[in-house]
């Protein structure tokens, strides 16, 4: 079965980029179709979805976060990636990296990471 795995920093400075990795392993993210998404989750505002990259490697992203949002894959090591350009305060959160098998809003995501919290302090 696939497995999913965040890795990253856990404290970021303000202003400063977040930059994420899922790492999959039972599965290529190329090979089948399917969406590999960034959600995070936050006390009071709950789940967020922030974009996806999917097996041939199109994005989309979050409309609220697009203008700062940046997901990417690496092939040869089967894992992408999140940046997250200029983040604040309200930007702390626990960040997922997800499986599903479409694009489409209200897609279940079947497989999840642990999650990695994200604490956004100066």
């Known amino acids: 079965q696939v497995q999913l795995q965040e890795s990253g920093p856990g404290l970021v400075k303000p202003s400063q980029t977040l930059s994420l990795t899922c790492t999959v392993s039972g599965g290529s993210i190329t090979t089948n179709r399917y969406y590999w998404s960034w959600i995070r989750q936050s006390p009071g505002k709950g789940l967020e979805w922030i974009g996806w990259?999917?097996?041939?490697?199109?994005?989309y992203y979050s409309p609220s976060l697009k203008s700062r949002t940046s997901i990417s894959r690496d092939t040869s090591k089967n894992h992408f990636t999140l940046q997250l350009s200029s983040m604040a305060p309200e930007d702390t959160a626990v960040y997922y990296c997800?499986?599903?098998?479409?694009?489409?809003?209200?897609?279940?995501?079947?497989?999840w990471g642990q999650g990695t919290q994200v604490t956004v302090s100066s």
């Open positions: 997800t499986r599903g098998p479409s694009g489409s809003d209200g897609v279940a995501w079947d497989y």
């Open positions: 990259i999917n097996y041939s490697g199109s994005t």
